[in-house]
């Protein structure tokens, strides 16, 4: 039986890093990481992702500005919004929830974060340097993943990572993260010849492609650590009456018959992408006062 990896304990372990050392700024720098986080609508989900954000910031010691906006919301409204957290100089970390309610253009949103503050890595200048291989904010689900492999497996150099899934969120930043642990990277999707044999090729199977339990048992090589990155709802006919449940993109029960260490869904990677948002914003705060990188070496 596989090995859980407890994205929640290492998510913990994060944030507490966080927290000592925005303790540090705040004593011996006179500094305090402010998060920026903007939530338009009332999608239930998201407003559940920006609750825990909000409490896990304030934990960590950081200053959270949550901004709630309609969903009438207009196009020029909010990236005039978003305009001017980039321009404020208290300001951080910025982060726009999304999905952005229809017809609202997400890309144009993200256009006007100032790269300096892009903590969720989704800028056009992030993903450049992202591919440059040089120093930036990272996308958090996949900067997520990376940690939770390696402290999984310690050093990743010489793996063969499989990631399924081919999205700008995480599929390709996910491929591109491995690589620069010297990893050998197969970026696979949905349209990839014998996907099932080439699934089993890897040391580590990330699937990212937002289809319930589509990876099962016999897709994963004995042995393998299954990073599952899906988060899916679907009927629960346990409860009946409607209820639902949480399912990744993998088999569970398939899957850790056969795998070395694999990810539960919920509780694997969910938890690391805010602790990678607390990291990118204490990063962001130390870079923008020009401060040692030394501080936010976590």
């Known amino acids: 039986m596989a090995r859980l990896i407890d994205g929640k304990a290492i998510a913990a372990e994060v944030d507490a890093a966080v927290a000592a050392a925005t303790m540090v700024l705040r004593s011996e720098h006179e500094t305090q990481p402010t998060l920026a986080v903007v939530l338009v609508g009332d999608d239930p989900a998201s407003q559940v992702y920006v609750r825990n954000k909000v409490r896990r910031t304030e934990a960590a010691g950081m200053i959270s500005r ?144 937002g289809r319930p339990e589509m990876v099962r048992g016999d897709w994963v090589r004995d042995g393998a650590t299954v990073i599952d990155v899906g988060i899916n709802r679907v009927p629960d006919p346990a409860r009946g009456d409607g209820a639902t449940r949480l399912v990744g993109d993998v088999a569970f029960d398939e899957a850790a018959a056969v795998a070395g260490a694999i990810t539960p869904v919920p509780g694997g990677v969910g938890p690391m992408t805010i602790a990678c948002l607390l990291r990118n914003t204490l990063k962001a705060a130390v870079a923008r006062r020009g401060l040692p990188e030394a501080l936010a070496a976590i």
Request: glycine share 8%; with cysteine.
């Open 66 to 209: 949550e901004l709630r906006l309609p969903a009438t919301t207009s196009q020029a409204d909010l990236e005039a919004t978003v305009a001017a957290l980039s321009a404020d100089p208290d300001v951080d970390g910025i982060l726009v929830q999304l999905p952005l309610p229809a017809p609202l253009d997400a890309d144009a949103v993200i256009a006007r974060i100032d790269p300096a503050k892009d903590v969720d890595g989704l800028t056009e200048v992030s993903a450049g340097r992202l591919v440059l291989g040089r120093p930036g904010l990272r996308p958090c689900t996949p900067e997520g993943c990376v940690i939770l492999a390696k402290r999984t497996l310690g050093a990743l150099r010489g793996a063969h990572v499989v990631v399924i899934g081919r999205s700008i969120l995480v599929g390709k930043p996910a491929g591109l993260l491995f690589l620069a642990e010297d990893c050998t990277v197969t970026l696979a999707h949905s349209r990839t010849r014998d996907l099932p044999a080439l699934a089993r090729s890897a040391d580590i199977l990330v699937p990212a492609v």
